[in-house]
């Protein structure tokens, strides 16, 4: 399988509902993308002007400053010391990662790549880009002989799901049994809501209670996106393994894979700097105590969930059915369809929308619940 041979992108099948959603009177509410929509850190926004003067071509190893930084913010922040700037890379967003890691690894046909049950789908189009084979398993127990890549999403997109340190430790067992290598998608670890996560780190892969001091073949992947507003930027990277992260470099320096050097700069400066990470945390919070007891309330279950930045709901009826109902109420999600064939009466909404959007979704859920009582 190449290029040509993708489906075409499946957002294009909810433009109808964002059509009838446009048409409320109050209009939309869009919850169906988790695209940000709070300012840029003025703190790293001043640190992109000032890197301005960029002439030069950037290292796709990245700056020292850089690389120090996300070292620094493994141990800080997920409680992982010990990183050198040979553990680690920037990448251009995490998306790029996550559909050309199979490519850079050298993956092909007869390969077996395994990915959450409820996924991201960008884990399945580089399977097949390369003509790998995706396999949606969670249980450790069920990943083929031939897996010879394995994603974890940890807190999940569209679910919610965190892995605790035993969970994270049986996957990594797992891999080595079957020889793979283990990639942790762990780009909205700052955003936990239930206990525990709300007062203790969601645990990253290469924490030491994971991998007990061996980070032979496990790579943490991380974005800013989320925790900075940095969508527009594509700022990311990812750490682990020194022979992984040496091969990806060779392999991402050939293909031209280099972050701008602003977006460098600017990336140093939101990793060195935590108040706006708790800030951002705050906004979301609220806005995700005022939407989820008002999509309760509408008769919707919302399942998982404990972290990250969606509430994963269903009403028990197809999510294309439930679209329908939430867009005649001008508010717009994403089906469950989208994340993988198991979960077709899921819906996930997004917690990117302001805080009068997100109150008026609110509203109309609630009047919408009050109808059916």
């Given at each position: 399988m190449g290029v040509a041979?993708?489906?075409?992108?499946?957002?294009?099948?909810?433009a109808p509902y964002a059509a009838r959603a446009r048409s409320h009177p109050d209009g939309i509410v869009d919850l169906s993308i988790g695209?940000?929509?709070?300012?840029?850190?003025?703190?790293?926004?001043?640190?992109?002007?000032?890197?301005?003067?960029?002439?030069?071509?950037?290292?796709?190893?990245?700056?020292?400053?850089?690389?120090?930084?996300?070292?620094?913010?493994?141990?800080?922040?997920?409680?992982?010391?010990?990183l050198t700037p040979d553990h680690v890379l920037p990448t251009v967003g995490?998306?790029?990662?996550?559909?050309?890691?199979?490519?850079?690894?050298?993956?092909?046909?007869?390969?077996?790549?395994?990915?959450?049950?409820?996924?991201?789908?960008?884990?399945?189009?580089?399977?097949?880009l390369v003509g790998a084979t995706p396999v949606a398993a969670d249980d450790p127990a069920e990943w083929p002989a031939g897996t010879r890549l394995v994603w974890v999403n940890s807190p999940g997109n569209p679910d919610g799901r965190v892995l605790d340190i035993a969970a994270l430790r049986a996957a990594i067992d797992r891999a080595r049994e079957r020889g793979a290598i283990l990639a942790s998608d762990e780009c909205y670890a700052e955003l936990g809501w239930d206990a525990p996560w709300d007062a203790a780190p969601v645990p990253s892969a290469l924490d030491p209670r994971v991998v007990d001091g061996r980070l032979d073949g496990i790579l943490s992947v991380y974005s800013l996106s989320k925790q900075s507003n940095l969508a527009?930027?594509?700022?990311?990277?990812?750490?682990?393994?020194?022979?992984?992260?040496?091969?990806?470099?060779?392999?991402r320096k050939h293909l031209g894979l280099m972050l701008p050097?602003?977006?460098?700069?600017?990336m140093?400066?939101?990793?060195?700097?935590?108040?706006?990470?708790?800030?951002q945390k705050e906004l979301y919070r609220d806005r995700r105590d005022v939407l989820r007891p008002a999509v309760e309330s509408a008769g919707f279950r919302v399942d998982a969930s404990e972290a990250g930045l969606y509430l994963w709901a269903t009403e028990g009826r197809d999510a294309w059915e439930s679209l329908g109902r939430l867009a005649d109420l001008g508010i717009l999600a994403g089906p469950g369809h989208?994340?993988?064939?198991?979960?077709?009466?899921?819906?996930?909404?997004?917690l990117t929308a302001t805080d009068e959007?997100?109150?008026?979704?609110?509203?109309?859920?609630?009047?919408?619940?009050?109808?059916?009582?």
């Open positions: 041979d993708l489906a075409d992108y499946p957002w294009d099948a909810v695209s940000p929509v709070d300012p840029t850190p003025a703190v790293v926004a001043d640190a992109l002007r000032s890197a301005t003067d960029a002439h030069a071509y950037p290292q796709t190893v990245g700056t020292p400053a850089l690389r120090a930084a996300i070292a620094r913010w493994y141990e800080r922040r997920r409680g992982v010391p010990g995490s998306k790029e990662l996550v559909a050309l890691l199979p490519l850079l690894l050298g993956l092909g046909p007869g390969d077996i790549v395994v990915h959450p049950r409820a996924a991201y789908p960008t884990y399945e189009v580089g399977a097949r527009g930027y594509r700022a990311a990277f990812l750490a682990g393994d020194p022979a992984l992260v040496a091969r990806l470099l060779t392999a050097l602003p977006v460098q700069a600017a140093a400066a939101a990793l060195e700097d935590d108040a706006h990470v708790a800030a989208f994340y993988g064939i198991h979960f077709p009466q899921h819906i996930r909404l997004s959007r997100i109150a008026a979704a609110a509203a109309r859920l609630r009047a919408a619940g009050d109808g059916r009582r």
